[in-house]
């Protein structure tokens, strides 16, 4: 009997395509794994009607449409701040726990024509704001890998999801680290596209300026057909960039002989866990035994990373979030003295801890008075990591380093220290402060008990060298027996 849940994206959708399996019969497979894992709590919903529905109507369109169709009878996951049409978008928020989209993301609609079936939508920290996935109203989603411990966050559920075979691949977002943290404690592969390069249309903002939709997969080569089909320019977003999608697939293979990788000092000096330095190490020499030259390099301005991403971040979030009122859409107070009160216990019960916490922060900080202070002085250190790394990549053809300072951590563990969560993100906020492209690859050394990623980095829009990069420290993995 064929085991469905192995086979990748390609395999899966060219074997549907070639009638060996149905539509129907991917989805099923993957909506009955989805129900036998639910003590993972990865889906906020799963929609097995529309899925099998949706399925059906795929099995019945003829061969010559279906052959254009790059994900034809593939299930996929998406984040739950991630619109579809017809279904609830909560953002993993009381507040919006009944609200139901009239329309579809561009990235959705991309999906559903190149053939795909929407399984369902994912837990995430609640708005996105987390690092653990914690702090969800849907309430907590674990690591496949060992119950106890986090999946990562905020795309936590997709990560999970993915990690235990529920779903094949999933979309999930990047604001600060929000793919690669996940997918480093899950073991997937998880992609942040550079800043423009995918539409932002129908994700709910939660700083616009930073967040990217981006696709977590078991493989390399399943993120890169997944970009091709969700990449491209979208007029409903003024920050789409109109540039071609290269075929990222059909790119993957080539010498590495010659490339530069940067290994930034800073992320591998110190701070890191036994298991995360030694898994980095491996990766280096990996690369060395590639032909590509390792170079240190330094970015001065990187111990602010985090302090410029919680200043500009809240800031944004604090704006964003002021239409959630109880006036136009989601959660209302039931009962009130007048509008005032009604705006204020409003959004008393529909926001959680961290949600005001950031609220509250990001006022703060655009308050009269303290603007220049915080988020104007904020805006400027960003320029200058910014001009670090541009400075970096006049060395190099790409950064890499750890994903997260350590493997997956205990629930629990971090949730009421807001700043060590905080600095969860210590490696990954950089290429969001800047707008690159950055993967986190699985990368198992000798002993691993729980995943550990490995983090690239890359110049704007070269997603398709990261990516080459990115296959060929995968396939060295699993030739060494390690993967």
């Known amino acids: 009997m064929m085991d469905i849940g192995r086979l990748s994206l390609s395999e899966l959708s060219g074997k549907a395509l070639a009638g060996e399996i149905s539509a129907e019969e991917a989805a099923r497979w993957f909506l ?11 889906f906020i919903k799963l929609d097995d009607e529309g899925a099998l529905a949706r399925a059906r109507t795929l099995d019945s369109i003829d061969t010559e449409a279906r052959a254009s169709m790059r994900l034809f009878g ?10 579809v049409a017809g279904e ?8 919006l726990q009944h609200f139901v989209s009239p329309y579809n993301a561009t990235v959705v609609e991309k999906l559903i024509s190149a053939g795909a079936v929407i399984l369902g ?6 708005f996105a704001m987390g690092s653990s996935t914690e ?34 691949c999933a979309l999930g977002t990047d604001t600060g680290g929000s ?25 709910v903002a939660f700083a616009p300026s930073f967040d990217q939709i981006g696709p977590i997969t078991r493989n390399v080569r399943d993120a890169a057909l997944m970009l091709e ?31 530069k990788v940067g290994v930034i000092k800073e992320h591998v000096e110190g701070g890191l866990t036994p298991l995360v330095a030694k898994t980095v190490q491996d990766a280096m020499l990996a690369l060395e035994r590639l032909g590509v030259e390792i170079i240190p390099v330094s970015l001065p301005h990187l111990n602010y990373a985090v302090a410029v991403y919680y200043i500009l971040g809240t800031g944004e979030t604090s704006s964003n979030l002021l239409r959630y009122d109880g006036v136009r859409y989601g959660h209302r107070a039931s009962s009130y003295s007048d509008l005032v009160d009604m705006y204020r216990k409003t959004r008393r019960e529909g926001f959680g801890q961290e949600v005001k916490r950031r609220i509250i922060l990001g006022t703060f900080v655009l308050s009269t008075g303290y603007y220049e202070a915080y988020y104007l002085k904020a805006q400027r250190v960003r320029t200058l990591i910014i001009q670090d790394l541009r400075t970096a990549f006049e060395r190099v053809d790409m950064l890499m380093g750890p994903t997260s300072p350590q493997e997956a951590f205990k629930i629990g563990e971090k949730i009421e220290d807001p700043l060590t969560m905080y600095l969860s993100d210590i490696f990954t906020i950089p290429a969001n402060l800047a707008g690159l492209p950055a993967i986190s690859i699985p990368y198992n050394s000798e002993g691993n008990a729980l995943p550990v990623g490995v983090q690239l980095i890359a110049r704007s829009f070269d997603e398709a060298g990261m990516l080459r990069v990115a ?7 699993s030739q060494t027996g390690k993967e």
């Open 471 to 477: 296959r060929a420290l995968e396939s060295d993995n």
């Open 229 to 259: 089909v969700i990449a491209g320019h979208d007029p409903r977003d003024s920050t789409s960039v109109n540039r071609p999608v290269p075929e990222f697939s059909k790119l993957l293979d080539g010498d590495l002989s010659g490339l």
């Open 32 to 42: 009955t794994r989805a129900h036998e894992q639910q003590q993972i709590n990865a």
């Open 135 to 168: 702090t969800s109203f849907f309430g907590i989603t674990r690591n496949p890998h060992d119950l106890d411990r986090s999946p990562g966050g905020s795309s936590g559920g997709s990560t999970a999801a993915v990690a235990a075979g529920c779903a094949p």
């Open 121 to 126: 939508k994912t837990n995430l920290d609640e």
């Open 74 to 83: 593939v299930p996929i996951a998406i984040k739950d701040n991630i619109c």
């Open 179 to 203: 793919i690669r943290q996940p997918a480093s404690f899950c073991g997937v592969v998880g992609l942040k596209p550079t800043y423009g390069r995918v539409s932002r249309y129908g994700l």
């Open 88 to 95: 609830t978008t909560t953002c993993g928020s009381r507040i």
